[in-house]
């Protein structure tokens, strides 16, 4: 018969207590195991975040060129454009409509263009040509042919108000400058890997301003003036086909004033310099097409 000292010696020299000091001290090496994977695991993040920071490739420096440098590489193209057929996804944002859906495109260098809109079943919903004279306008659905002279209210159909024809052929091209004389300033900047070019127009009037690639010497975007320095139109361009010296697959086209408006295209293909005859830039004529005069 134990007694009560007897009993309390037994619970604290016992099988139990040499049971709970065991588990106490496999607890004690569970948590420095756990505490040394944790370690491991960080100093393993930080390596890995630090080749991270490592891998990030700088900004390649920014070429000391003068702007005729510059203006040399920018028009040195592989092939001299006269001509080209193009399809992509187009959209058109105004106040007066919204359209999307794929486009055909046909042009001659400098003022001639056809476009075709078609909807997601391929049916033709309209048709645009100009030679920078005339305008012609067809809805096949309405069987209607608008023909008139080739003001901006006209061509807004297709070309945004505030951009001459021979400027948007330039701009689906990426054929820029739009200027034709020496910039007026150059400025390098070496944190964003681009030149800006300006030109003026007289008097300090700011006429044009474009933001050059220093890598690949292509094009990224340009701003237009008009009268008083006020902005008429910007565009950006991305994605060239054939890198440098190509064409652009993207492009972003806004017109600020008097009402904005927005025309992108996204091309899928781009033939330059296919053959085209005189029909291939005019719109359709459709049997018994009704043709209804376009305001001047």
Request: aromatic share 6%; charged share 20%; proline share 11%.
């Amino acid at each position: 018969m134990k007694t009560r000292s007897g009993l309390r010696n037994w619970r604290e020299t016992g099988p139990g207590a040499d049971g709970s000091r065991a588990c106490a001290a496999d607890f004690r090496g569970l948590r420095l195991k756990l505490a040394g994977a944790l370690l491991l695991a960080l100093l393993a993040l930080l390596a890995g975040l630090m080749g991270c920071r490592a891998a990030v490739k700088p900004t390649p420096p920014v070429p000391e060129l003068t702007a005729e440098q510059i203006l040399s590489r920018l028009r040195a193209r592989p092939v001299a454009l006269n001509t080209f057929e193009a399809r992509g996804r187009l959209t058109l944002i105004s106040p007066q409509q919204n359209a999307t859906g794929t486009a055909l495109l046909k042009g001659r260098l400098p003022e001639t263009l056809k476009v075709t809109l078609k909807d997601p079943l391929g049916r033709t919903v309209l048709e645009f040509a100009t030679d920078g004279r005339t305008v012609e306008i067809l809805f096949p659905r309405e069987n209607k042919l608008l023909r008139g002279p080739a003001t901006p209210a006209n061509l807004a159909a297709f070309i945004p108000p505030g951009v001459t024809v021979p400027q948007a052929l330039q701009l689906l091209i990426g054929d820029l400058p739009l200027s034709s004389g020496p910039p007026t300033r150059l400025q390098a900047k070496p944190g964003e890997g681009i030149y800006v070019l300006e030109w003026e127009k007289g008097a300090g009037s700011l006429q044009e301003r474009l933001w050059v690639d220093a890598r690949n010497f292509e094009p990224r975007k340009v701003e237009w003036y008009g009268s008083g320095g006020s902005p008429a139109f910007s565009a950006e361009l991305g994605e060239f086909f054939g890198g440098p010296g190509g064409w652009p697959q993207q492009l972003k086209l806004v017109t600020p004033s008097p009402q904005p408006v927005e025309l992108r295209l996204v091309y899928k293909d781009f033939t330059p310099n296919p053959s085209l005859n005189p029909g291939d830039l005019e719109v359709s004529r459709p049997p018994g097409v009704a043709v209804l005069p376009l305001k001047p």
